[in-house]
């Protein structure tokens, strides 16, 4: 974006979710460059309101809980959006698009924003939705007290004021972005309580109100009569059931007890879509598979062991046995091919055992042995993958001892606990908010434990830079850093792969920032 380019951007107060595509000038983002998601053979017609609706999710945990601080999960990221409003939205053409705030302006600089909310929109208590809400929904991620895994992407907010039914928002410096930033799944506006937020009721400003909230086994929802549009919540009612097992999960969708299921393994994908009545949806997007490789602890903590592990590994095998072609090769960073600054220069890393023994040699071994933590809870076929890595990695003298670990604790008592494991990402909307929420040193979701001056620099700089030609190298330098010095591997890019049952209608296109339509197929879904 060059710098006399328009920072202005005002959007129509009333919204159609059939065909409205925001010009995303004053964000920076426009069209971020992310795959589209239009389906051949979905079910699409015009929307109808009615029926109870039941969805099995592969996600969830007993430990989840309503702040949207901690939220981490395909289970509690499309309760918050069913639930909650926020101040923007990504749309499925994959622009930023108003939500709560029904339009923005920005300074010259873009270090200035002012949204302005939307009139008459009430929580589902009845109380009116004020900047006071926005301004507290966001301080609750702010602040060296907060734990939330949103806290690096609200750092950069100096002040935030309310003007009659305008929030202005003052940063540290630029951001193009910040517009896209306010659509993260953490970032709901609840209700203000004191010097906080009621994020314990469920008490949102959403399609639908909570009606219970049991962590782990299922959430139930009913529509919201209220809402401010009657273009979104087509379902009565909704139960959102945790089915972890995969074949639990198919079964659920085969007997008809669900009307859809996400994470439907690449390799039974085919046989599904044979099922009578079953179709299965693919998007593409953001989503990639790791494993994360803990560089504050031994021997992860060596640049030349990670190296050998990452030409240790074979790449396009885990693509071919994993994805079955539902996906790319990874290149160790997290900016998927579709986006708007990947790094098309970057050399792949290829599968080279003499290489990884090279850089064996070079951290001082002769061999390596290390435990790999993994289980279907973080990827579907992540057990699989851990073995296929293990077998590659055996021609460059690394033992790999692949450990499976239970399902439910994965993401407590697992993921940034174990020194190796594996991991899925939905990857983010952004170059800047994949990066801030888990690369930039000390951020909560830093699952390496990861730290590089000049990586942290770049970050600050590069979310600043209105110059498109300078934002890109920066960003090109950024993933080339987390591709030679990171503690990640990302062997693999997926699809989102999920099915729905007969009678399930959606429109033709479909948002591929994570999951099943956006994770926001809850109001955007309807029984045709």
Not at 351 to 372: C, I, M, N, Q, T
Request: proline content about 4%; charged content about 25%; glycine content about 10%.
């Amino acid at each position: 974006m060059k710098s006399d380019d328009k920072r202005n951007l005002i959007a129509p107060a009333r919204i159609s979710r059939r065909g409205f595509l925001q010009s995303t000038a004053a964000t920076g983002v426009a069209a971020a460059g992310l795959s589209t998601g239009l389906m051949t053979g979905a079910a699409y017609a015009e929307p109808k309101r009615g029926g109870h609706f039941r969805m099995g999710k592969g996600h969830g945990q007993t430990s989840d809980t309503l702040d949207p601080g901690t939220w981490t999960n395909g289970f509690v990221i499309p309760l918050g959006f069913g639930i909650h409003g926020y101040m923007t939205q990504i749309s499925t053409a994959g622009s930023v698009e108003p939500n709560v705030a029904e339009s923005w302006e920005a300074s010259a600089d873009a270090s200035v924003w002012r949204f302005k909310l939307r009139s008459g929109l009430t929580f589902h208590d009845g109380r009116a939705v004020t900047p006071a809400d926005v301004i507290a929904s966001l301080n609750h991620h702010r602040g060296e007290e907060s734990t939330s895994a949103a806290g690096p992407l609200v750092a950069q907010i100096t002040d935030m004021s309310a003007e009659g039914d305008t929030v202005v928002v003052t940063l540290t410096g630029g951001n193009a972005d910040f517009p896209a930033t306010l659509a993260d799944y953490h970032l709901p506006v609840c209700p203000a309580d004191g010097d906080g937020i009621d994020w314990k009721s469920g008490n949102g400003c959403g399609p639908y109100k909570l009606v219970e909230f049991d962590p782990g086994v299922i959430a139930r929802l009913e529509r919201n009569e209220n809402d401010w549009t009657d273009e979104r919540g087509f379902f009565d009612s909704i139960d959102m059931v945790v089915l972890i097992d995969p074949n639990a999960r198919t079964s659920a969708l085969v007997s008809g007890d669900v009307h859809a299921i996400d994470k439907v393994d690449p390799k039974t994908a085919a046989l599904l879509g044979r099922q009578p009545g079953v179709t299965i949806e693919r998007t593409d997007g953001t989503q990639h598979y790791t494993f994360a490789m803990s560089t504050n602890k031994d021997p992860f903590t060596d640049r030349n062991v990670r190296l050998a592990l990452k030409h240790a590994i074979n790449r396009q095998e885990l693509v071919d046995k994993i994805l079955f072609g539902y996906g790319t090769v990874g290149n160790d960073h997290p900016i998927g091919r579709g986006q708007k600054y990947f790094n098309t220069e970057l050399a792949q890393t290829p599968y080279d055992p003499d290489k990884a023994k090279f850089y064996l040699r070079e951290a001082g071994l002769d061999s390596l042995s290390v435990s790999l933590s993994a289980a279907d809870a973080a990827f579907p076929g992540a057990v699989d993958a851990a073995v296929l890595f293990q077998n590659s990695a055996g021609a460059a003298g690394i033992d790999l001892d692949v450990v499976r670990e239970p399902n439910d604790s994965y993401w407590s008592d697992v993921w940034m606990q174990k020194s190796f494991s594996a991991v899925y990402w939905g990857g983010r909307f952004t170059e800047d908010q994949m990066f801030a929420t888990a690369y930039e040193s000390g951020v909560a979701w830093n699952d390496t434990f990861w730290s590089n001056a000049r990586f942290d620099e770049l970050l600050v700089a590069a979310r600043a830079e209105l110059d498109e030609d300078k934002r890109r190298a920066m960003y090109y330098e950024m993933q080339e850093i987390v591709n030679q010095d990171g503690g990640v591997i990302v062997p693999m890019f997926a699809s989102y792969i999920f099915a729905t049952s007969d009678g399930v209608a959606h429109d033709e296109m479909m948002a591929t920032n994570w999951d099943a339509d956006g994770e926001r197929w809850m109001e955007r879904w309807w029984f045709a």
